[in-house]
């Protein structure tokens, strides 16, 4: 059992914990990013595009490293996992870099080109969702869970296997959270009409987003005889009811604080408060398989010390990383207009 296995148990746990904060962190850092290119679409006016991109300018580049860190540490901490998840979301992942890498490029050639700047800016429309989409069924395809052949410790679905109504209603779901992200990021950046926009935009996407939240919340249930036993037996209704009336009571301070003109960074921050009780969620589904329901965490883990060798590394890596993002979020805080801009 694995209380029985000592300090290997709490360094398994303790991997599983870092590589789900990196992902959050990367959700929610990311997430705002990428909803504000989708938002682009909606806005066509050069300057105003100009004032959008200006506010993630510094720090873009730098959201991304937490999704290197989940990657990484899945990899390290849980090769089995690595190994069985990866060929089975491989088609959703390659377009997915491939996106990030059309959205990172538009992001410097955009400001050197007049010609060529409609095929950027739609590069960075085209990257922003296509990568919050693809994220969205990744996720979807994990939770509706992986075939595997246990004995051979191989992915033994097919390819498309990952496409399905429930993956692409989770994809749906992640762009539309996103784009929320963004347009209250926006609203705490901006300031005149442009603010005033991203504050409708706003106040459509967050009924929007809550409403795929309970789409998804209540179908994920069904996909897998574990996730209803936890959800809805025993201890399980009480857990669903109180995180049903945060994410409410989260969502109705939402759309109060959106309409009051004074309030700025609030609405940024419930939207965040949104994204982590989804995480939450989605924690309490999963625990402790890392392949549902097939494959555990200490199942998949790696060796004892390897684990203790990586921590150490995890250990100064991290701190230095939450370090730098913060600095690069003060240095860079305030409002971005038409006359200021980092290029």
């Known amino acids: 059992m694995p209380l029985a296995e000592g300090i290997s148990f709490d360094l398994t746990v303790i991997w599983a914990f870092i590589i789900a904060f990196a992902v959050l962190v990367y959700v929610v850092l990311d997430g705002f990013d990428l909803g504000l290119g989708m938002l682009f679409a909606l806005e066509p006016r050069r300057k105003d595009r100009d004032v959008m991109m200006n506010t993630v300018a510094p720090v873009w580049d730098g959201n991304e490293t937490w999704l290197v860190m989940g990657g990484g540490g899945l990899f390290a901490a849980f090769p089995l996992a690595y190994a069985l998840i990866l060929p089975a979301v491989y088609a959703p992942l390659i377009a997915m870099l491939l996106a ?85 990021w926006l609203v705490l950046k901006t300031t005149g009409e442009l603010q005033n926009r991203m504050r409708r935009w706003a106040l459509l996407f967050a009924p929007l987003t ?47 604080r959106l309409r009051m003109a004074s309030a700025e960074l609030s609405p940024f921050i419930l939207a965040l408060v949104l994204f982590t ?17 097939e494959v555990t965490i200490w199942e ?15 250990g100064i890596l991290i701190p230095v990383i939450l370090a730098y993002t913060a ?10 207009d038409a006359d200021s801009g980092y290029h």
């Open 210 to 256: 809550v409403g795929f939240i309970a789409l998804v919340s209540l179908w994920t249930p069904f996909l897998q005889e574990g996730y209803y036993a936890r959800w809805f037996t025993g201890w399980g209704w009480g857990l669903a009811a109180v995180v049903g009336a945060f994410t409410a009571a989260a969502f109705v301070f939402l759309m109060i």
């Open 277 to 293: 009780l989804c995480f939450g969620g989605l924690g309490v589904s999963m625990f402790p398989y890392i392949v549902p329901t």
């Open 100 to 184: 990030l890498v059309f959205r990172g490029v538009a992001f410097e050639f955009r400001w050197r080109t007049e010609r060529w700047k409609p095929l950027w800016d739609a590069a960075f429309i085209g990257g922003s969702g296509l990568a919050a989409l693809t994220q969205g069924i990744t996720l979807g395809a994990i939770l509706q869970g992986i075939e595997i052949d246990k004995a051979a410790r191989v992915y033994a679905g097919g390819w498309w296997d990952w496409l399905t109504p429930f993956t692409l209603a989770v994809g749906v779901a992640v762009m539309v959270g996103y784009m929320l992200l963004g347009a209250c």
């Open 300 to 314: 998949a883990a790696a060796p004892e010390n390897s684990q203790i060798f990586m921590l150490i590394g995890a």
């Open 327 to 336: 600095f690069a979020y003060w240095v860079f805080r305030g409002k971005i």
